[in-house]
Structure formats: C-alpha cells, structure tokens
C-alpha cells in the first residue's frame, strides 16, 4: 500500500467524533431535509463517469457533457422535479439539493443539466397547460429533445421586460410569427443552441390586434434530425468561454417563423383564435413579474450550487494548510504548520464561518421554495418572498464562492495553482455564476426595491400622528447618534476595558442589533430623501438613481442579516459540545461583517471607537478557538478525496512532510547535520569572517549577530504571514 493511500485509510477509520465536534450530527444538520437526495447525489458524482476530464478539447468536452446528460436520464435522478403522473417525483426541494452537487462533478453538466430540466423543461411545466406538458414535456425528459431556453437577448440581458424578440399573432393563419427585428434582439449565451438543442422555448413580446401585452413564452422548434435549422431559423457558436466549456452556448435569431396559436405557454396569458387577449392577472407589471417568478429555481439552484463549490475549496485549503509545513519560527528542528499562522486562520476560517452561514440560509431558501412549488404555501406573498430571498442570496453566495475560491487557491501557494488541484479550474467555471440567471447587482437591486417597498406599507392608512411620532422617533435616534450618547453609552459599560468589550461583542442579541440596525437605517435615510423627489419622470429618475449604490449596500446588509438567523437557529439546536464550537463561527461570522463595515458603524455612531477596536481583537481570539476544530467543520461537509479530486487535499502533503521530517532527524541523531554558520561562528568566535565573492571580508566588529538574528526572524515572520504564498520554482 502507498503512504498515501495509507493516509486516505487511517483518516477514513479515524473515529467520527472529534474532540469537541459531533461531526455526525453536524453533517447531518448541513444536509437538512433532503439528507437522503443529497447522499445519492455524492455517490453520483463520485463515479468517474460525471467526471470532468481536464484536458479535453472543447468539442470533446461538449461531446462528453451531452453524454453524462444521457447517463443521468437513464439514472432517472433529473426527473424529480417533473409530474408524478409524467414519470417524476414532484420533489422540488430534493431536486434541487441534489442538483446543487453536481458542481463536485464538473460545472459544465451542472449547468447543461440546468438548461435542459431546470429552465427549458421547467420554463414548459411552469407556463405551460396540460396541453403543453403531455406534448413537450415527456420528450424533454427523456432527452429525446435537447432544448434551449432563449430568453436573453445580445441588448438586453437583465432587463428582461424590455427584450426585442416579437411574437405577432396572426389571426387569418392561427400562427404567432416569430421575429427578431435587429441584431441586438438575437438570442445571445444560450445553453444547447450552439449545437445540441431541437427545439427552444423563446421569450418574445406578444402583439395581437396592434396591442403589445408583454413578453411570454413560446415553444418554437429549431433544427430538424439532421441538426440543421429549420427554414427562418439561425445562429451562431459562442465559442470559447472563461469557462464552462463543456456547454454549447450560441445565438439565436429568427426570421418570420411560425408557429401554431397553441405554442404560446399560456398559464398567465392566453390568445384565442380570434386573436382576443385573456389573462388572468389584469395587470401587465404583476403578470410580467409572476411569469419570471415561476422560474426562480434557476437562482435557488445556483445558490445551493455556489455554497457546495465553497465548501469543496474550503476542504482542499483546510486540508492542505493542517499538514503543509513552513518557516522555523517556534522551533528549530521543525517548520510551522500552516494553518498554526494566524493571518491564515484569518483568510481561511472568516470564509468558513461565511460558507456555514450560506449553507443554512440555503436550506431555509429551499423549505421555502419546496412549499410554494409543492402548492402547500403557495400563495402571491409567499411568491413574492421567495423571489426577493432567492436574488439576494444568489447575489452574495455565488460573489462569496469566487472570493472563497481565490482565497483558498493563493492560500494553496503554488500548488493551488496546478490544474490537479482543481481550485483555479472551479474558480473559472464559476465566474459566470454572478451573471447567471440575473446580474448580481441588479438582483440586489430588486432586493433594495423590496425593502423600500415594505418600509413605505409600513405607513399604509396610519394617521398624521403616527407618522409624526415615528419622525420624532427617527430624530431622537439621529440627534442621540450626533453627540455621542450610544458610544459614550457603549464606553461606560465597558469602562474601555477590551475584555468586557469583547463579551459585550459575543452577545447573540448585540450582533443582531448590530445587523439589523445597520439594514434599518439604511433603508429609512434612502426612504426619508426620496420622500420628496421630484413627480417628474425624469427627475425622479435621477434621484433614485443617485441611491442606487445605498440600496444596494441596504440589500446586501439585509442577505447578511438573514443568514446570520439562519447560523444563529443551528447554533440553538446543536447538541452542547457542537454548539460551542457553532457559537464561536456564528461570532466569527457576525464581527467578521461588522469589521467590513466598520466605517458605517463608527460614522453613525452604532460603535464606539473602543468597541470597534475591540471587534478586530475578538476576531483575533475566536479564530485561535477554531484552530483545533477547523478540519472537523470541513469534515462535516462530507466531502471525500474522490468528491474533491484534489491531490493535496489527499494526505500527500503530510506524507512529504513527514518524510522530510524523518530525513532530517536521522541525521540529527546520527551526528550528521550540518551545523548552521550563524552556530559554528557563535561556538567559535576565533575562526575567519567567510569571504564573498568580490567583497571585502566584512570585520567581525562590524556585524552585529544578534540584529542579523533579529533581521532574519523578521523576516521569516513577515514570509511566513504570506503562508504558502512564498514563490518556488
């Protein structure tokens, strides 16, 4: 047997729980209802055959996506979400968790898989009719017709509402006809249009009788068995991406195609032969946002999906940085282990404590989206929440997943750099996630809207003197804030002593405040100035978008927010031992937010200048209270080397390391060590200066052993804070 493959043994039989940390349970905790789906998918990916392969050209990566495809049908596990009556599951949430595992396996069948059941099937299921389900849906299942989901438009990408693409219904024929009148309307980053889809669902305006009632879907077929567009159909090959390269994106356009009345997918809106336009919703916006709504999922799944992909770097980097050895600075006869340094605790467990919190505000978004889709909590508020907790998290979770990714890669050194390592490959895959089902910062911005929205219901029918004792309110908080009396407030209690800072810090209730009060104040100072924008159209405009950046910053603090509760909520279910150490990454978590935003505390008085500095310090202490758990928490995430496919992630490094180790101690003992020349010249203060190369012999009056030991501390010390960053070639 190797050393490392003996090392994978001995950690597969070490005993479950670990010092203070139930891993068992914590594992179980993080799979959450869908613990069961979830296992099977690890067992999936951990098949070679879903594999990525890294060194294939882009047309055999396309190649062997489209048949992993083909494999997970035959598996039936891509049918979850489908009808039970059509050959699924109905399991929403299980579908989901799953399929946010994928990832592990490669992203570009993560993602394939995405277009094809998530948006192309579900874009059928969710605005189709039975009609439309018992025609399109079972060959969509069966893959027996790959499919594009053709909303995105090359001039307009988010802005979804305002795309090119007309669909003019055509009463003398019963046709729609399908038209995209400028370039700028093609269908554009399209999954399956490149090469592999047969037919699409396409969003277009729909215009009958003269009257443009919004965009709405349409089933329009492609290309016929041969591959080759149908007549008015056409396109182009994206080519090669920063990533995802195992998808065949492509444009699309469309020249006077028709198709028959009853491909419009017609659950919000319907178009009878006499071409009269009937829908449920009278209103045009809510109709519009409902229709969106329905495809939610995709943002869900990202989520799950990015949260998955930094759990997978962070087990790679913890793993790497609990045996990779580096700089003598405690010992003589042995380097330091990585992850004994405190700035790379710092890098690595302030993202861990993030993923955790990302990982249960995930399960909270998935119950949530479970219940609306099962039909048991489906209603338009609850809709309406899902929609608006989906786009903050997937704004914050797939932004945190390329920094985590980074991170975990620079703290890898140079051999997370190596393509074995799959860091740099997975940080590539996944760059395009933040663009992926809605811009990041304009879902955010959706998210501020909403927070506006609920702040203005707030005064929905309240009296002049309930506004007035609210406004009264809001001035007694700000003048308390001007002169000082919170952080002097703050400074008494603490008697600026760091230590009671500190335990004032830890408290779960001040965090929150903290948080919440950040979220609160924001979103009441944007309200206040908007108050009196102007009625003009244009006026108003630039006010509003003079606040864009706040309602942002708003929108983010309230994601912070929500997954903080959710941390905070397995905090208070976790068997004692566990909970300890959950309470100490639930506090990393909160202070780690605080100090990002520590210039917003301390300039609306929230923080005293004591207390802020006291945040930082805290910091410091909790992550030396994580060090001896830090591999029980990655462990948790039960991910194994055939998950991850990371060789350092394996035992390698601590069977070098430990073969270094025994090299140099046989020489010690044996008597054969070289000595040090700082040493030989200490023991033998008599013997010749060593002369350089072209300098002069350095006089011994002239160097000062102890400043150049001092020198040479300093600097292993300032190397050793870069951790694995240190070059070698």
């Not at 009788?209 to 007549?231: I, K, M, N, S, W």
């Not at 099962?374 to 997943?401: F, I």
């Not at 029918?461 to 308390?480: L, P």
Request: proline share 3%; net charge negative.
């Amino acid at each position: 047997m190797s050393d490392t493959n003996r090392t994978r043994r001995q950690r597969s039989e070490e005993p479950r729980m670990h010092g203070s940390v139930d891993v068992d349970w914590l594992g179980r905790d993080l799979r959450g209802d869908w613990s069961e789906q979830r296992l099977r998918a690890l067992k999936k990916v951990a098949d070679p055959r879903y594999q990525r392969i890294d060194d294939l050209t882009m047309a055999d990566h396309r190649q062997r996506t489209l048949e992993q495809i083909r494999l997970l049908v035959d598996d039936g596990a891509v049918l979850a979400a489908f009808p039970k009556r059509l050959g699924g599951s109905d399991d929403h949430g299980g579908n989901v968790a799953a399929f946010g595992l994928l990832v592990l396996a490669d992203p570009s069948l993560q993602i394939k898989a995405g277009v094809q059941f998530g948006l192309f099937g579900a874009a059928v299921l969710h605005l189709g009719t039975e009609h439309h389900h018992d025609t399109f849906l079972p060959p969509i299942m069966r893959f027996e017709v790959p499919g594009a989901f053709a909303m995105t438009e090359t001039g307009h990408g988010s802005d979804v509402a305002s795309i090119g693409t007309t669909a003019t219904y055509d009463e003398a024929t019963e046709e729609f006809v399908i038209h995209t009148p400028f370039r700028g309307a093609w269908k554009d980053y399209i999954g399956n249009a490149a090469l592999h889809g047969k037919d699409a669902v396409v969003f277009a305006k729909l215009i009958t009788r003269g009257v443009d009632h919004g965009v709405h879907a349409f089933y329009v077929p492609l290309r016929d068995e041969t591959g080759a567009f149908l007549p008015g159909r056409g396109g182009e090959d994206d080519g090669y991406k920063g990533g995802l390269n195992g998808i065949d994106n492509g444009r699309l356009h469309f020249t006077n195609v028709r198709v028959p009345r009853t491909n419009l997918l017609n659950r919000y809106g319907d178009v009878a032969s006499d071409g009269t336009y009937s829908s449920p919703i009278d209103s045009p916006g809510r109709r519009f946002f409902t229709m969106i709504g329905t495809l939610v999922q995709g943002r869900v799944s990202l989520d799950g999906a990015a949260v998955v992909a930094q759990e997978a770097a962070l087990a790679i980097a913890i793993r790497y940085g609990a045996e990779r050895r580096q700089f003598n600075a405690s010992s003589e006869t042995q380097e330091e282990v990585l992850l004994d340094y405190r700035r790379h605790q710092r890098r690595l467990f302030t993202r861990l404590a993030k993923a955790y919190a990302q990982a249960y505000a995930h399960e909270r978004l998935l119950a949530q989206f479970d219940g609306v889709f099962s039909g048991r909590t489906d209603t338009p508020e609850e809709r309406e929440d899902l929609e608006t907790l989906a786009a903050g998290l997937k704004s914050l979770s797939t932004w945190q997943a390329l920094d985590t990714l980074q991170e975990a890669r620079e703290a890898c050194g140079g051999a997370g750099f190596m393509g074995e390592n799959r860091l740099v490959q997975l940080r590539a895959d996944l760059d395009v996630y933040v663009t992926f089902e809605g811009d990041n910062t304009v879902l955010l911005q959706l998210v501020g809207k909403r927070l506006l929205g609920d702040f203005a219901k707030q005064f929905k029918g309240a009296s002049k003197g309930d506004i007035a004792r609210f406004a009264a309110d809001q001035f007694f908080e700000r003048a308390t804030t001007l002169v000082g009396l919170r952080t002097l407030s703050q400074d008494v209690r603490d008697l600026r002593n760091v230590k009671k800072s500190s335990l004032a810090l830890r408290d779960q209730e001040v965090q929150r405040d903290l948080l919440e009060d950040r979220v609160e104040t924001m979103v009441a100072d944007i309200a206040g100035r908007l108050r009196h924008a102007p009625k003009d159209q244009a006026k108003a405009a630039a006010a509003f978008n003079a606040e864009q950046h706040q309602l942002i910053e708003a929108a983010r603090a309230w994601v912070e927010l929500q997954q903080y509760d959710a941390l905070s909520a397995a905090v208070e279910r976790a068997p004692e031992a566990t909970k300890k150490v959950l309470t100490h990454l639930r506090d990393l978590f909160a202070l780690t937010i605080v100090e990002e935003h520590a210039a917003w505390h301390l300039e609306n008085g929230r923080l005293s200048g004591a207390r802020s500095q006291a945040v930082t310090s805290t910091i410091e202490r909790l992550l030396a209270k994580l060090r001896p758990h830090a591999l029980d928490l990655v462990a948790a995430f039960g991910l194994g080397d055939e998950h991850l496919r990371s060789h350092i992630a394996t035992g390698a490094e601590g069977v070098r390391q430990a073969e270094a180790q025994a090299h140099y101690d046989a020489l010690r003992a044996a008597g054969e060590l070289p000595v040090p020349e700082k040493r030989a010249k200490a023991s033998n203060p008599d013997a010749q200066p060593i002369a350089t190369a072209g300098a002069a012999p350095v006089a011994p009056s002239e160097f000062d052993d102890e400043a150049d030991e001092s020198v040479d501390a300093g600097a292993d010390a300032a190397a050793a804070g870069r951790g694995a960053e240190v070059p070698t070639r």
